[in-house]
């Protein structure tokens, strides 16, 4: 049994049978971030005295019989921009870089509360924007598939290390993309649930209306335990809603047959997606499709549209957060963090408000769409991960995005692998999106995906 | 088709400095001179938004003033 790639329903599963512990897999995993992660860089922070305490506390409670939920005695580690009371939160700045908080954002108090394990703060692009840079405190985590690739980003270090093994699973946050970017170029499963699902509090802000926290694991039935965990209603977060959490793990059943899929025309195809990727699209419709859903095209604005639609409303809102900062120590920020902030003090406020409205558009279009189908699929990437190159220009406005269509509309969408390229032999994504609160649906297609299907289970060989 | 403000001439260096300044950021030159690069992709961009929406398209905000009031309970 190979400790590092057991799921989180597998320790469950091992934790009830009394075949491991949380001590036991807690110290495993452990020494395997020290053997590696110095190549790899997914921790900025390991918190190796506090996992070893809450795992002796966690199998204290199992062993006389006390089970929290299906992430008690789980280890998971945080992006550096969740607050956690007492341990350093950088940012992945200099800006941030000695912040310790006095209080766990409200995510970290349900993980807690569930008996899950901290092993630590990870990579992250600096605040969740400014990456890959090389003029932060620390160096850009690396793809375990591909030391000389990176991960993507901004969610950087939960992607790398949930896919090498140091953890079964982490909490990234997604604005445009920060979670299924990275699940996407590290061949793991990563959730934007839907707007105001997951609490906010605590977690430092990158666009206040289209921040997210998700989870990212190696299999979409993991997804499923830890959002189970965190999501819920925080009175504390203004985006919070108000509304039933069902039971994500019994909603992975009943397959797909009869479902009424929309395959995205033209968004993972033609200029810069990876050749491979529309073979594996479409392979993965072939799957669906043999499984029993129908998928037919569906037509939405383009990437272009979202993208610069997202953009514009991140731009202001981010120059609104960090304005003190710029204004006072302007040479503290990354290069590419400092170039992304500034444009928002050059937007007008008719600008924005454009923006805003044309956000409003867009998720009717979607909410159109999803009248006709039950999720919508397309890729979670168009190209393969990037090479870990200081030299590339800052792509961030040029290339449009994949993930950022449903960021505007807020809804759930999951990254999950569906291939591997020939070439570079790096992971290829599927995304799968429906209407809000709809995390039942994605997570049941993709569930009956991954039952067909092998990809989830390829692991990174980690180089010595 | 749209309505959009792709016809304005791009801002100058001047003019982008001059906005960084009324902003109130000072930057280096070295970072200014970064910064003049990086403008014009975001200044298209903007310039791509829409005009002329639909009244009905009101602006995506969230204001709840009840929810800010705190639970009536």
Known sequence: MDIAFLTIAELNRAYERRELSPVEVTRALLDRVAAHDAKLNSFIRVTEDLAMAEAKEAERELMAGTRRGPMHGIPYGLKDIVETAGIPTTGHSKLRQHHVPKADAEIVRRLKDGGGILLGKLATWEFALGGPSWDLPWPPARNPWDRDRLPGGSSSGPGAAVAAGFMPAAIGTDTGGSVRGPAAFCGVAGLKPTYGRVSRRGVFPNTFTMDHCGPMTRSVEDVSLMLQVIAGYDAQDPGSEDCPVPDYRAALDGGVKGMRLGLVEGWHEGAGAHPDLGRAIEAAVAVLERLGATVKPVKLSSLRDYTDCKTTISSVELYSIHEPDLRARPQDFGRILRNRVLPGALIRGEDYLAALRWRTALAKEQAAALKQIDAFITAAARTIADKADPSQPDRHVSTPSITMPFSVSGVPALAIPCGFSRAEGMPLSLQIAAGPMQEPVVLRVAHAYQQATEWHRRHPKLAE | ?73
Do not use: C
């Open chain 2, 1 to 73: 088709m749209r309505n959009d403000l792709s016809h304005l001439p791009p801002a100058t260096p001047d003019e982008i400095r001059a906005m960084v300044a009324r902003a109130g950021v000072a930057l280096s030159e070295e970072m200014m001179q970064q910064f003049i690069a990086t403008w014009p992709q975001f200044e298209a961009m903007v310039r791509r938004l829409p005009r002329g929406l639909d009244y009905a398209d009101e602006p995506a905000h969230t204001f709840r003033p009840a929810r800010l009031a705190g639970d009536p309970k």
